[in-house]
C-alpha cells in the first residue's frame, strides 16, 4: 500500500510547475540591489496569470513586479523599479502551469549587502 501511494504521490507531483531555478538565487547575497527576477520553472507556465512581488523582511519595502515573458516559456521575470537598500528581502511568486492550469506558488529569500 506505502508504495501505491508512493508512486500516485510521484506521479502527480510530475505534473506540476516547480521552482528550477531564480534569478537572484535563493538565499543568495548581493553586492547591490538586482535590476531584475527571473524565475525558470520545470515546465511550461502561464505568463498571463503569473504574479511576482519583492518585500523586505521590516515591510518598508514591497515592490509588485510587472511579470513579462522570459527566454523560454518555462521562465518569466519582473523588473525592479526601486534600488533595494542593505537587508533581507522575499521573492513572492504565484504561476500556472500552461499544460493543465495547476497553479502553484512559493518565496524564496535573497539578501543585498
Known amino acids: 500500500m506505502n508504495f501505491l501511494l508512493s508512486v500516485f504521490l510521484a506521479a502527480t507531483s510530475m505534473f506540476h510547475a516547480e ?3 531564480a534569478m537572484p538565487a535563493q538565499n543568495s547575497t548581493l553586492d547591490k ?3 531584475m527576477v527571473m524565475l525558470t520553472f520545470t ?3 502561464n505568463v498571463k496569470v ?3 512581488s519583492v518585500m523586505k523582511s521590516d515591510s518598508s519595502v514591497n515592490e509588485k513586479l510587472t511579470v513579462k515573458p522570459g527566454n523560454d516559456k518555462a521562465t518569466f521575470m519582473g523588473t525592479v523599479t ?3 537598500a542593505a537587508g533581507k528581502y522575499m521573492v513572492k ?3 500556472a502551469s500552461a ?3 495547476h497553479v502553484t506558488s512559493g518565496s524564496y529569500w535573497f539578501t543585498v549587502k
Do not use: A, N, R, Y
Request: hydrophobic residues 25%; without cysteine.
Open 19 to 21: 521552482l528550477k531555478s
Open 33 to 35: 540591489s538586482p535590476t
Open 43 to 45: 515546465e511550461d507556465v
Open 50 to 52: 503569473s504574479t511576482l
Open 82 to 84: 526601486k534600488t533595494l
Open 93 to 95: 511568486w504565484h504561476t
Open 99 to 101: 499544460d493543465d492550469g
